[in-house]
């Protein structure tokens, strides 16, 4: 993890101190530092002069920008209608007994968020999720441990 | 007349035979005036949603007056089975690209950006190259109109065009007021002009083979062809070009599965069809919201289906207005109170009336459009809201 002061300084120097440059930030610190914690969010209100409240009204938002979901992976399950007709529940399940956490918590060791999302384009292919940026569909539950077993080897 | 059988037509992913961007040098080679008065010709309307006319914008945007100008290319894509910009931005990125371009240039544009949803991040690099292309034709060309990408935080409201700008802005994404609409009033105060992905894609096709060629496509009410994402219980999931104006019952002959009990067209925001109204609706500009299209068969729950929508509209309203807010809550707690026994069959009549007073007192298509699929849900299938 990135220091924050520094990274929010880096950030600021990249995208620029204006309003504008918000949400690029916000995703910068994420890529960094896995989410936006509270002293994150301070900093970023400094940088910016804007109050503190404004910006976590602002992050709390948007469902990319986890202000709680701290995990360096997170595993994002669609939940839409189609992807649920596919079989999201029992990739769900098969993701649970993995990694031994429900859906909106996180593994002891900060590695894994799993987290269901709206819709993420993927209709056609479901069930899909995406993990962090990269995405996998047409999920079964032997598939989905192949992927997840990639992920904690490699962590 | 609408067409009895569905039509496939494939212009809008047909790889270009031109050197990239030909159809760009050609286009500004000629007057602003004419191309903008060929796209309001072709008749061809938005495909985000709300099907405004094209040719219109541009020309309403050309007459503002501003030293800077925004073009917005909206590839939020959020409405749930939507996915076909996706695919444009991956297959034909260069149509859209001009798309983009040929506005700016029509309407004296000095800045663009591709607000992209976070969704789609892994297209950053690809897209970024493609840019990377079109600024060195550009500077050729002596076109002087940057595009950069702007990639989004995850909301489905924030593909609302003013919701998006907000956005942009680095504020919460809550739709603003409209009017001032955007090409008065708006990213940063100053005229902006939104369009859907394949709004700019077909544009580009118009400007290639013309307004009379496009015209020939489609029926007299329903100009030019679209596509479809298709998903749910159907053999040919994926996108589809179709001709416009079909009924549903071509569209569920050639799509279903062959028990197909319904037809949810133009996404949440739109309409629920059952199949004893395949033979009179037709899959047009009314309902078609972003073209897509998720089929039902009758192995399935519409009761699932449609607490499912209600879950994702309790979650994506943006809070701002209280019908809309509240409204989504009450709605999803009275269909579960309803299936429970906890009310009576009757309140259902209610709760449509509710929906009903969302569309009027709601600020934005959101909460305005919450009555579409509820109410022809629970109109048509009013036995499986109980039993
Ligand atoms: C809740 C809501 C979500 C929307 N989502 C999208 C979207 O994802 N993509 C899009 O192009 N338009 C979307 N729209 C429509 C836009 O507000 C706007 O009308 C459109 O981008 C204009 O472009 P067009 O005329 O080319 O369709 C949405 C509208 C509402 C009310
Ligand atoms: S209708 Fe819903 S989404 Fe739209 S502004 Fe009001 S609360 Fe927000």
Redesign the interface.
């Not at chain 1, 204006?18 to 690029?24: D, G, K, N, Q, T």
């Not at chain 1, 939940?79 to 189609?82: A, D, L, R």
């Given at each position: 993890m990135a220091e924050v002061k520094e990274l929010v300084k880096e950030l600021s120097e990249k995208y620029g101190n204006?309003?504008?440059?918000?949400?690029?930030i916000?995703?910068g610190i994420i890529d960094k530092n896995y989410y936006l914690s509270k002293e994150a969010m301070l900093e970023v209100a400094k940088q910016l002069d804007v109050s503190a409240a404004d910006i976590y009204?602002?992050a709390s938002?948007?469902?990319?920008?986890d202000t709680d979901a701290k995990g360096k992976y997170k595993i994002r399950i669609c939940?839409?209608?189609?992807c649920?007709?596919k079989g999201k529940s029992g990739i769900i399940a098969t993701l649970e007994e993995m990694l031994k956490i429900k859906v909106g918590e996180t593994t002891e060791d900060l590695m894994f968020s799993l987290l269901h999302?709206?819709?993420?384009?993927?209709?056609?292919?479901?069930p899909a999720m995406?993990i962090n940026?990269?995405?996998y569909t047409k999920l079964t539950a032997e598939k989905v441990r192949v992927i997840l077993g990639d992920y904690i080897r490699n962590k | 007349m609408p067409y009895s059988r569905t039509r496939v037509v494939d212009v809008l992913f047909k790889p270009l035979t031109t050197a990239p961007y030909e159809i760009l040098r050609k286009t500004i080679q000629r007057e602003k005036k004419d191309v903008i008065n060929e796209l309001v010709d072709s008749g061809l309307r938005g495909r985000g949603g709300a099907g405004f006319p094209t040719g219109m914008k541009w020309k309403f945007a050309a007459q503002q007056k501003s030293d800077v100008k925004y073009v917005i290319c909206n590839a939020d894509e959020g409405e749930p089975g939507t996915f076909k910009d996706k695919k444009l931005l991956c297959e034909v990125p260069r149509k859209v690209i001009s798309g983009m371009a040929i506005c700016a240039w029509a309407t004296n544009a000095t800045k663009g950006y591709i607000y992209l949803r976070r969704e789609y991040r892994y297209l950053v690099a690809q897209l970024e190259e493609e840019l990377r292309i079109y600024h060195e034709k550009a500077k050729e060309m002596g076109l002087n109109f940057p595009i950069e990408i702007f990639l989004g935080a995850g909301a489905y409201v924030c593909g609302e065009e003013t919701a998006l700008i907000e956005s942009m802005e680095g504020k919460r994404g809550e739709p603003r007021n409209k009017p001032p609409y955007p090409i008065q009033n708006g990213f940063l105060g100053k005229p902006t002009i939104v369009n859907n992905v394949e709004t700019f894609a077909s544009s580009a096709m118009i400007c290639r083979i013309g307004a009379e060629e496009y015209k020939k496509m489609g029926t007299a009410d329903q100009r030019g062809s679209k596509l479809f994402s298709i998903s749910g219980d159907s053999p040919k999931e994926g996108v589809h070009e179709l001709e416009l104006g079909m009924t549903l019952e071509a569209f569920a002959n050639e799509f279903g599965d062959g028990d197909t009990k319904a037809v949810q067209v133009g996404g949440v925001a739109g309409f629920c069809i059952p199949r004893k109204q395949f033979k009179t609706q037709i899959i047009g500009e009314g309902n078609t919201t972003g073209g897509s299209t998720m089929i039902f068969n009758s192995t399935r729950s519409m009761y699932n289906v449609l607490h499912n929508y209600l879950d994702f509209y309790a979650e994506e309203s943006c809070g701002q207005c209280t019908p809309c807010r509240i409204g989504t809550q009450q709605l999803l707690k009275g269909i579960e109170a309803v299936k429970s026994g906890l009310k009576p069959p009757s309140y259902l009549d209610q709760l449509i009336k509710l929906s009903e007073t969302m569309r009027i007192t709601s600020k934005c298509g959101l909460g305005q459009s919450v009555t579409n699929s509820f109410s022809s849900i629970v109109q048509n299938f009013r036995e499986e809201m109980i039993f």
């Open positions: 204006r309003r504008e440059s918000l949400i690029p916000f995703q009204g602002t938002f948007f469902s990319f920008l939940k839409s209608i189609t649920d007709m999302t709206n819709c993420i384009g993927l209709c056609d292919q479901g995406l940026d990269n995405y | -």
